[in-house]
């Protein structure tokens, strides 16, 4: 009876061998071909990061070339009004210096029709000037100088509201 035990008992622990073995084998495979699907999936994953890497180094690299367009626009703009501003304070202060030292002498128009009765006609010329026309005056010059001066803000405003302008416009472009 031993003896049947012992075939029994080695049969029993073959079977058994064979099954773990099997068990094994079916492990081993099934554990290769998941291993090859994730590598594919990996890769593909891998593959697109990639793709999607490279979309945005374009996308940044064309983005820093508009600001770079944009930058030397602006300090080709702002050296551009700064001369124009620089131009027009040295035209006010020729001007202002030119009307201190009685070089020049600003002067208005008066209005002569209800005076003269000759509907704003000289009859002649004034002896020291060829002016035909209507009747002037000097100014004094501290309101020529004053007159120059708010001239002068004038056009200081109007070159910052041209460089405002052009901003606006090529900032509306570039979008």
């Not at 049947?4 to 492990?27: E, H, I, P, Q, R």
């Amino acid at each position: 009876m031993k003896l049947d035990a012992v075939k029994w008992g080695g049969a029993l622990l073959v079977m058994l061998g064979l099954m773990f073995g099997s068990a094994w084998t079916a492990w081993t495979w099934q554990a290769n071909a998941y291993g090859k699907q994730l590598a594919k999936q990996e890769a593909a994953h891998q593959t697109t990061l990639n793709h999607l890497a490279n979309a945005n180094s374009a996308l940044i690299l064309t983005e820093q070339g508009k600001r770079l367009a944009l930058e030397q626009w602006l300090a080709a703009s702002d050296q551009a009004h700064y001369r124009a501003l620089t131009n027009a304070k040295t035209i006010q202060t020729h001007l202002r210096d030119r009307l201190a030292t009685a070089d020049l002498r600003l002067s208005v128009l008066l209005d002569t029709t209800a005076t003269n009765g000759s509907d704003g006609m000289q009859a002649t010329t004034s002896p020291g000037g060829v002016v035909h026309g209507t009747a002037r005056t000097e100014l004094d010059r501290a309101h020529a100088q004053r007159i120059i001066g708010i001239t002068g803000d004038g056009d200081q405003g109007l070159i910052a509201l041209q460089a405002c302008q052009a901003y606006a416009k090529e900032v509306s472009h570039t979008k």
